[in-house]
């Protein structure tokens, strides 16, 4: 079965500092990779999603995450981070057969302190 | 962008009640989910529907849980007797287009006192 791993449960970065947030996922074949992010009371906006080709992608706010399949990873990286960034982040792998449903981390909570 | 919505925003509920949680999917998508998410805690896959039937379903929904879409527009999501473990949010989501990306709404709070 899927699965997937975010390690940090919460991170705290400075605003204007880099963000990586880690996510490893479990999967049989070529994954189907996804960022979402929550901010508080909210739904879950995608950010960026990995289907194939190149594996850095780029996504919306100035996110970009890369996929590396010897390390089951697709972490996620903003080299600046803004106040608004302040969110929870889930990784997520979705099932590529014929329901694409999708498989969520425990998410990352990212506190931005000015 | 596409938009999702769902109602009501926030569903206050007795023990043993029943509740519907509604949601106007993306017209032209065809595949249709719905998740939650206990507070705290990650979103997890309830059940999917394609073609008007469900094509995938979780452990978590079992006989109290039931979903259809009836006028081809509206996607509901039925809990027959709620319990106290039900307490979560609940997201309504559709894909089927553009490599199985998904669009969620932004959710219905269902509290069960």
């Known amino acids: 079965a899927q699965s997937v791993t975010q390690p940090d449960i919460h991170i705290t970065v400075s605003e204007g500092a880099s963000l990586e947030l880690r996510c490893n996922y479990s999967?049989?074949?070529?994954?189907?990779l996804f960022w979402y992010v929550q901010s508080p009371g909210q739904g879950l906006q995608l950010l960026l999603k990995y289907f194939s080709g190149d594996t850095l992608v780029q996504g919306i706010k100035g996110f970009e995450a890369e996929f590396k399949r010897s390390q089951s990873s697709f972490n996620l990286r903003k080299p600046s981070v803004h106040w608004s960034d302040a969110a929870e982040y889930f990784c997520?792998?979705?099932?590529?057969?014929?329901?694409?449903?999708?498989?969520f981390g425990k998410g990352t909570l990212l506190t931005v302190n000015p | 962008e596409p938009e999702v919505t769902q109602t009501p925003s926030h569903q206050v509920t007795q023990m043993g009640q029943e509740v519907i949680l509604r949601c106007v999917p993306i017209?032209?998508?065809?595949?249709f989910y719905w998740y939650r998410q206990i507070l705290g805690q990650k979103v997890e896959f309830l059940v999917s529907f394609y073609n008007n039937e469900i094509s995938e379903k979780s452990e978590i929904f079992d006989d109290q849980f039931s979903v259809e879409r009836p006028d081809g527009s509206n996607f509901t999501l039925k809990i027959r007797s709620t319990k106290l473990e039900d307490s979560a949010m609940y997201f309504c989501a559709a894909g089927g287009l553009a490599g199985n990306e998904q669009f969620f709404g932004p959710g219905t709070r269902l509290t069960v006192l």
């Open positions: 017209s032209n998508h065809l595949y």
């Open positions: 997520a792998v979705g099932d590529g057969g014929s329901n694409y449903k999708l498989t």
């Open positions: 999967y049989g074949a070529t994954p189907y």
